[in-house]
Nanobody, 124 residues
């Protein structure tokens, strides 16, 4: 198993930047495919970004392409989400997730382990 803990959430003005971190403990971090999902009030959870085991493949939801960057440091058991040019519609609880081998990296049900979530609020 792996335990995930997010940090770095907060309040930022539109156009600003934040970086989320997801620290992992437990079994070999590099054996997990990782992802970020978000859920806004009253909305379904949605895929944000994913990264393969060694970090050589990344995936992004269309609305965050060019603004968000997902990365991982396997030696530090940590994944990151750099968020730039933030918009009010990016406001949500962001959660990191891990799975050994998701069939479809953009689908939440493919992930077995989840963090508790971090609130991101973007003011206009």
């Amino acid at each position: 198993q792996v335990q995930l803990v997010e940090s770095g959430g907060g309040l930022v003005q539109a156009g600003g930047s934040l970086r989320l971190s997801c620290a992992a403990s437990g079994r070999a971090f590099s054996s997990y495919f990782l992802a970020w999902f978000r859920q806004a009030p009253g909305k379904e959870r949605e895929f944000v970004a994913a990264i393969s085991w060694s970090g050589d493949h990344t995936y992004y939801e269309d609305s965050v392409k060019g603004r968000y960057t997902i990365s991982r440091e396997n030696a530090e058991n940590t994944m990151y989400l750099q968020m730039n040019s933030l918009k009010p519609e990016d406001t949500a609880v962001y959660s990191c997730a891990a799975a050994p081998r998701p069939r479809v990296p953009t689908i939440a049900t493919e992930y077995h382990y989840w963090g508790q979530g971090a609130q991101i609020t973007v003011s206009s």
